[in-house]
């Protein structure tokens, strides 16, 4: 099966600790938009990831990484900044998103070849909302994200659209699957409880969520199913891996 994802690229900067001089600073890709194409790459499935970069050393970073790690993509490195991200114990303290803020390409015969599509709230509401028009018969999922911006009504733009949030941005808009952290996750009217506890290394748990749900709703998995898969695999990453993509990289072949 193959999928279209569309959404952020950045740098994650990560910082750990309580003393200046004895801080661990760890660097790497990152965006939710990547983070999430290559952890369904990583689960076997056939990813188109269309997103930007800027003109700048953290681009270079970015692709060789991706080079290196044999993840073949759709990234467009345009004149700009790349997207920066810098989280202090996991607390986002500062995000720049650069080229994030432009359109992300469309390549109409690539799409055409997809049987679904994931984008999300790191890309404009006009890039977006055009997408969904391409592909408004195929399975699209959208995880409406922090910026949660936008415009249009999303349930009302495709036949088949399933929307993600956590509890705040889904009082914003509404949203068929609510991620609630340490207590688990609904879709519907389906309740799975996490373990209640509130794991330093969150950063990035809400992408591993979407890439197991996705995965199991893809696989043709029972929805109880799905969904405890999804909450216990993030609570494993809450619990032991450092950095969003890193917890991409620790996806194994079944999840």
């Known amino acids: 099966m193959k999928i279209a994802v569309f959404g952020g690229t950045f740098w994650d900067v990560y910082i750990y600790g309580q003393q200046v001089h004895k801080a661990e600073v760890i660097e790497m890709c990152g965006g939710s938009g990547l983070n999430i194409a290559f952890g369904l790459w990583r689960l076997g499935f056939d990813v188109e990831f269309f997103s930007n970069v800027g003109s700048d050393y953290r681009a270079d970073l970015i692709l060789e990484e991706l080079r290196a790690l044999g993840f073949k993509n759709n990234i467009r490195k345009i004149h700009g900044k790349t997207g920066l991200h810098i989280a202090y114990n996991d607390v986002p303290i500062a995000v720049n998103r650069g080229v994030n803020e432009l359109d992300v390409p469309v390549i109409q015969e690539l799409l055409n070849d997809c049987d679904c599509v994931f984008l999300n709230g790191e890309i404009p509401s006009s890039c977006a909302k055009k997408i969904i028009e391409l592909c408004r018969e195929k399975k699209i999922f959208v995880d409406v994200g922090p910026l949660a911006n936008f415009d249009f009504d999303l349930k009302q733009a495709?036949?088949?659209?399933?929307?993600?949030?956590?509890?705040?941005?889904?009082?914003?808009?509404?949203?068929?699957?609510?991620?609630?952290?340490?207590?688990g996750a609904v879709f519907g009217s389906i309740k799975i409880s996490g373990d209640g506890r509130d794991y330093v290394y969150r950063t990035g748990c809400g992408d591993v969520f979407d890439v197991v749900l996705m995965a199991n709703l893809l696989n043709n998995e029972k929805i109880s199913v799905t969904l405890n898969r999804a909450v216990k695999e993030a609570e494993k990453m809450a619990r032991t891996v450092k950095g969003a993509f890193s917890k991409m990289k620790n996806l194994g072949e079944k999840a």
Do not use: Q, Y
Request: aromatic share 0%; with cysteine.
């Open 158 to 183: 495709a036949r088949d659209i399933l929307v993600i949030g956590n509890e705040k941005e889904c009082s914003r808009i509404n949203c068929d699957v609510v991620k609630l952290g340490p207590k």
